[in-house]
């Protein structure tokens, strides 16, 4: 029997324009969209959309003054089991040609934000992939 050799695939050498040719187009992206989406949940209208979703909590628990309502379901949920979701897609960010549309959908107005529990968001998600 002929000896059996393994070859190695050959990788495809990405082009790292970014930070002194340690980051690709697509790392260097995802950080910057990561960073912007990070800073957009204490902008203002976030605030507002929260704010026009609560109700005060009456229960055995002192520590908790509010609970908030799902736009979506009606139901009631805390702070952490709620998220802020764009009524309008922020779209992509895989170029600065994508900046300026991007920024203006992530930091909209509150009338453009909807405050819904995590089901439903998860649901939303799995609908659009």
């Given at each position: 029997?002929?000896?059996?050799?393994?070859?190695?695939?050959?990788?495809k050498k990405?082009?790292?324009?970014?930070?002194?040719?340690?980051?690709?187009?697509?790392?260097?992206?995802?950080?910057?969209?990561?960073?912007?989406?990070?800073?957009?949940?204490?902008?203002?209208?976030?605030?507002?959309?929260?704010?026009?979703?609560?109700?005060?909590?009456?229960?055995?628990?002192?520590?908790?003054?509010?609970?908030?309502?799902?736009?979506?379901?009606?139901?009631?949920?805390?702070?952490?089991?709620?998220?802020?979701?764009?009524?309008?897609?922020?779209?992509t960010l895989?170029?600065?040609?994508?900046l300026p549309?991007?920024?203006?959908?992530?930091?909209?107005?509150?009338?453009?934000?909807?405050?819904?529990?995590?089901?439903?968001?998860?649901?939303?998600?799995?609908?659009?992939?």
């Amino acid at each position: 029997m002929g000896k059996k050799t393994k070859t190695k695939a050959l990788k495809k050498k990405v082009n790292k324009p970014f930070a002194d040719g340690t980051l690709s187009n697509s790392q260097f992206f995802g950080m910057l969209r990561s960073a912007l989406r990070q800073k957009s949940r204490f902008f203002y209208s976030v605030k507002v959309a929260r704010e026009r979703a609560r109700i005060p909590y009456i229960g055995p628990s002192k520590r908790d003054k509010w609970r908030y309502k799902c736009e979506l379901c009606n139901g009631i949920f805390t702070a952490k089991q709620t998220c802020v979701h764009h009524a309008i897609e922020c779209g992509t960010l895989t170029s600065f040609e994508d900046l300026p549309e991007f920024t203006k959908r992530l930091f909209c107005n509150s009338s453009d934000l909807l405050l819904i529990c995590s089901d439903c968001h998860s649901k939303i998600h799995h609908a659009n992939n």
